[in-house]
């Protein structure tokens, strides 16, 4: 069939540059010559954080530069204090009133006065961190009073994005099941199942009612990808087999597994009770978005080398199923090896 | 979310291609040529563009590797804003030439890129998985710029065609101006 021959035709090159998941954070260089302060603020529970104040010592001299809280702010521990070669740092644990610290300014004391910056950078119990840059024009950060709905579904959705995006493991089970697919209405079931089955685990997972170990897990989602080499090959010889005649069962079946990966990437986001369905609904949807832009990509890049007319010579034809294959037994290997070393 | 999501390419050794792939995604001087390539290619015809499609990932992973070897050239603004400026011209004026031609200008295009990005990386150990990655997002990019001019059918698409050619120039010439003053 000619969308499977082109399939083959491409899929060694789009392995490696198909996927582009194209966000990369460069952090920005300060530019002046003295050191920024530094304060990092850890949620620590909901009115409770740790914070870490450090600035810089320039010839002896420490930067008269004075952190202050807003007066509902308490400190739980005497600030502790280390003196570096290069910085001063106190450590302590804040607590504030019922709405921690959103809607409230810390001062910069001083600040105006210096040359110098604040980096401040906000790690929050529902995964989000903030990092912000302050200047002598403007000593002082305010802290955003509420996240809008919006915002937070966001925050969800393009995490979801790219966690399908940069899993390469995800995505190269997906590129398999292509592979093994002979018509569009098989892909549209096929890749559906794996949808239906993957949201499936994510939710039972998420919400705590089936815990799986990650390091098994691990592996078998390796294995997933492994097992779809031979098929290809089969598919590429004329024979036949259960997952070619059904790649959806496979689908859905693997897709669960799946899943439970996916979930590990969403509780890692460290989620507030209250938001676990909605964030369940936003990440989903995040993923399936990344999974049909994936796939759409692939059925784009098809089409346009199918315009160009780009035969691969036969030899190459199972190169994708070789490529697909020898990844998945590689990781197969290395994650059974992560394995047993944690359990030794 | 980097750090969640950084976990799979730890877990995969996958993370180097992924930042080929971010790197070239991030250089519009690179991505500006390529895309006048195709244009050109593709307004020239299937054998044109099936030239440029096989030739350019190659030559850039050719010449990515000289590059990641010897490091980089020491060339000034002028030199570089020529591939902007002869891509961009050929495609705004659609000029009429053989196969090969298109074919030498993607594999001139493919080193002079190539070799610039694979200099980034000749001091870095990952320098040959973020080239296959840039190399991949080369070959995607040129196989659709060429593959979408080609299916144009109507004479306004390839007047828009060459237009985006004529900015391409355009760009290339503020570049040249840039490297001359």
Do not use: C
């Amino acid at each position: 069939m000619s969308a499977r021959l082109m399939l083959s035709m491409s899929i060694w090159r789009l392995l490696l540059g198909a996927v582009v998941a194209a966000v990369t954070f460069v952090s920005s260089a300060v530019a002046h010559e003295i050191r920024p302060a530094y304060l990092q603020i850890d949620q620590m529970a909901a009115n409770r954080y740790k914070v870490v104040w450090r600035t810089p010592i320039l010839s002896g001299m420490r930067l008269p530069i004075v952190l202050r809280f807003p007066d509902s702010v308490r400190n739980v521990t005497e600030p502790a204090q280390r003196d570096l070669p290069d910085s001063l740092v106190q450590t302590r644990v804040v607590e504030t009133d019922g709405a921690g610290l959103a809607g409230k300014r810390v001062e910069f004391v001083g600040l105006q006065a210096t040359i110098t910056d604040v980096l401040v950078r906000v790690h929050l119990l529902d995964g989000t961190v903030e990092t912000t840059m302050i200047h002598p024009s403007q000593p002082w950060i305010d802290f955003a009073a509420t996240r809008s709905p919006l915002a937070a579904a966001r925050v969800y959705f393009v995490s979801g994005f790219q966690h399908i995006l940069l899993g390469i493991d995800h995505l190269l089970f997906v590129f398999g099941l292509l592979f093994i697919v002979r018509s569009r209405w098989m892909l549209v079931k096929t890749i559906t199942a794996f949808t239906v089955a993957h949201s499936i685990t994510l939710a039972v997972a998420t919400l705590g009612k089936v815990a799986v170990p990650a390091l098994p897990l691990n592996a078998m989602i390796a294995l997933s990808i492994l097992f779809l080499g031979p098929e290809i090959v089969r598919v590429w010889g004329g024979q036949t087999s259960f997952t070619i005649r059904h790649p959806w069962i496979v689908s859905f079946a693997f897709g669960l597994l799946h899943g439970f990966g996916f979930a590990s990437g969403l509780t890692a986001l460290g989620l507030p009770q209250g938001d676990i369905p909605f964030a369940l609904l936003m990440f989903n949807l995040g993923v399936e978005a990344g999974q049909l832009a994936f796939v759409g990509l692939i059925l784009l890049l098809i089409a346009a080398l199918k315009s160009i007319e780009i035969r691969l010579p036969r030899s190459l034809e199972l190169l994708p199923a070789y490529v697909v294959g020898i990844l998945g037994a590689y990781w197969t290997i290395d994650r059974i090896a992560v394995m047993i070393g944690g359990m030794a | 979310m980097p750090v969640e999501a950084s976990a799979h390419l730890v877990n995969t050794g996958l993370g180097p291609i992924y930042d080929g792939v971010a790197h070239f995604a991030m250089s519009p001087e690179a991505i500006l040529p390529i895309v006048a390539l195709g244009i050109f290619a593709g307004l020239r015809g299937p054998i044109h563009a099936r030239a440029s499609v096989l030739i350019l990932p190659v030559g850039w992973v050719a010449f990515g590797l000289v590059g990641m070897l010897v490091g980089p050239l020491a060339l000034n603004s002028v030199i570089e804003s020529l591939p902007l400026l002869i891509l961009g011209a050929l495609a705004a004026a659609d000029i009429r030439m053989p196969s090969w031609g298109t074919g030498s200008l993607a594999l001139l295009l493919g080193a002079f890129e190539g070799w610039s990005f694979g200099s980034a990386y000749s001091a870095s150990r990952d320098g040959l998985p973020a080239l296959a990655g840039s190399a991949g997002l080369v070959f995607v990019l040129i196989a659709f710029v060429s593959a979408a001019v080609l299916k144009a059918r109507w004479d306004w698409t390839r007047i828009a065609m060459r237009v985006v050619g004529s900015w391409t120039a355009a760009s290339g010439m503020l570049l040249l101006g840039w490297g001359l003053r």
